[in-house]
Nanobody, 116 residues
Framework: QVQLVESGGGLVQPGGSLRLSCAAS????????MTWYRQAPGKERELVAS????????NYEGSVKGRFTISRDNAANKVYLQMNSLKPEDTAVYYC?????????WGQGTQVTVSS
């Protein structure tokens, strides 16, 4: 059974940092592209950052470029999202996704709230 479990969310002040983790089990992690998404209240889910299977290529949504960094540790079956210079508009539930061809798996999400 495939499981993706996000952690690391919480309440942080504007300008602060958080590091999200997504632990994967039940799949050959190193063969899946990994992506972070987020969904704010009343908005559609949007792609935040993605990373290829060996980590050689990353992609970011425009508003997070230069502030967020996606990385992966294939030995630990984890993907990370380092979030710096957080803004109130980054408030959302953050999800990780694993995909390989037609196989797609989602985590349950972790809440990130940026507020003073």
């Amino acid at each position: 059974q495939v499981q993706l479990v996000e952690s690391g969310g919480g309440l942080v002040q504007p300008g602060g940092s958080l590091r999200l983790s997504c632990a994967a089990s039940g799949l050959t992690f190193s063969t899946y592209r990994m992506t972070w998404y987020r969904q704010a209240p009343g908005k559609e889910r949007e792609l935040v950052a993605s990373i290829t299977i060996a980590g050689g290529y990353t992609n970011y949504e425009g508003s997070v470029k230069g502030r967020f960094t996606i990385s992966r540790d294939n030995a630990a079956n984890k993907v990370y999202l380092q979030m710096n210079s957080l803004k109130p508009e980054d408030t959302a539930v953050y999800y990780c996704k694993a995909d390989r061809g037609i196989e797609v798996y989602w985590g349950q999400g972790t809440q990130v709230t940026v507020s003073s």
